[in-house]
């Protein structure tokens, strides 16, 4: 059975920083580009982050370049969001995305950022 588990969302003061974690299992994750999206209310789903198979290999959106960091772990089967300043902006719903044979996708969590 294939999931994808994000979790670290949470509702943090501007300026703040969280790492959100998306635990794999049910495929073979090593194979699969990760990729994180969120999706804000009203907005589309976009793509805040990508990273290749063996980690070497990243791209960050222009709109969070410098504050938002993609990582993984091939052996805990897991990856990773570093967001550091985090903006009202920033707030949405973050969606973990493995892309190889198949696409999965998580179920979110929720970042808020507000004072």
């Known amino acids: 059975q294939v999931q994808l588990v994000e979790s670290g969302g949470d509702l943090v003061q501007p300026g703040g920083s969280l790492r959100l974690s998306c635990a794999a299992s049910?495929?073979?994750?090593?194979?699969?580009?990760m990729s994180w999206y969120r999706q804000a209310p009203g907005k589309e789903r976009e793509r805040v982050a990508i990273?290749?198979?063996?980690?070497?290999?990243?791209n960050i959106a222009a709109t969070v370049k410098g504050r938002f960091t993609i990582s993984r772990d091939n052996v805990k089967k897991a990856v990773y969001l570093q967001m550091e300043n985090l903006k009202p902006e920033d707030t949405a719903v973050y969606y973990c995305?493995?892309?190889?044979?198949?696409?999965?996708w998580g179920q979110g969590t929720q970042v808020t950022v507000s004072s």
């Open positions: 990273i290749g198979t063996n980690g070497n290999n990243t």
């Open positions: 049910g495929f073979t994750f090593s194979a699969y580009v």
């Open positions: 995305r493995a892309q190889g044979v198949t696409t999965y």
